[in-house]
T-cell receptor, first 117, second 114 residues
Framework: GAVVSQHPSRVICKSGTSVKIECRSL??????MFWYRQFPKKSLMLMAT?????????EQGVEKDKFLINHASLTLSTLTVTSAHPEDSSFYIC?????????????FGPGTRLTVL | GDSVTQMEGPVTLSEEAFLTINCTYT??????LFWYVQYPGEGLQLLLK?????DKGSNKGFEATYRKETTSFHLEKGSVQVSDSAVYFC?????????????FGKGTKLSVIP
């Protein structure tokens, strides 16, 4: 149980285009989902926290208008990288937590490798 | 703010060698501590955790003990296998009701050679 999927696993796009990444909890309802960015040889950096039905909470330094997050249902959150540029190339990882206010662990997706040409 | 520091990699060991990956943290109160593992091409998986001082987390032969006095949570395994090759992340979650955000270390890449 507690499986989180991401789609696509890899995406290559041209500079200036937008890319949507989906994160799904397959066998549980995720009230809270998290989006991380992982740079080579660096840690996972939390980008934003999204709660179903409400606006996402972005970490300091993360552009809200560039990284659009939608958490429209209890099993799906999407991250849209708008007007992508080469510096947005990275590994994006989502995680999901079954409850909003407990010590339940986060379950991680396999990640999406974004390459912007 | 909270932070996690873990030893720089990469670490290369021969099969059946002893493994230690150091992890220290800075946080207020009593955070929960975790080790996650990321196998090549896969997402992070929880390896083990400890939620209070002196707790020992263990899984798949790996162990880590929550040391409040030294603010450490070092990962150990007595005999590594080639299949243990992966990136290991130490992480903490702050104490307090409703707290569920994780702070990660930079990760340590382990390569085990036959």
């Amino acid at each position: 149980g507690a499986v989180v999927s991401q789609h696509p696993s890899r995406v290559i796009c041209k500079s200036g285009t937008s890319v949507k990444i989906e994160c799904r909890s397959l066998d549980f309802q995720a009230t809270t989902m998290f989006w991380y960015r992982q740079f080579p040889k660096k840690s996972l950096m939390l980008m934003a926290t999204s709660n179903e039905g409400s606006k996402a909470t972005y970490e300091q330094g993360v552009e809200k208008d560039k990284f659009l997050i939608n958490h429209a249902s209890l099993t799906l959150s999407t991250l849209t990288v708008t007007s992508a540029h080469p510096e947005d190339s990275s590994f994006y990882i989502c995680s999901a937590s079954p409850e909003p206010s407990s010590y339940n662990e986060q379950f991680f997706g396999p990640g999406t490798r974004l390459t912007v040409l | 703010g909270d932070s996690v520091t873990q030893m720089e990699g990469p670490v290369t060991l021969s099969e059946e060698a002893f493994l230690t990956i150091n992890c220290t943290y800075t946080a207020t109160g009593y955070p929960s501590l975790f080790w996650y593992v990321q196998y090549p091409g896969e997402g992070l998986q929880l390896l083990l955790k400890a939620t209070k001082a002196d707790d020992k987390g263990s899984n798949k032969g790996f162990e880590a003990t929550y040391r409040k006095e030294t603010t450490s949570f070092h990962l150990e395994k007595g005999s590594v296998q080639v299949s243990d090759s992966a990136v290991y992340f130490c992480a903490l979650r702050s104490a307090g009701a409703g707290s569920y955000q994780l702070t990660f270390g930079k990760g340590t890449k382990l390569s085990v050679i036959p």
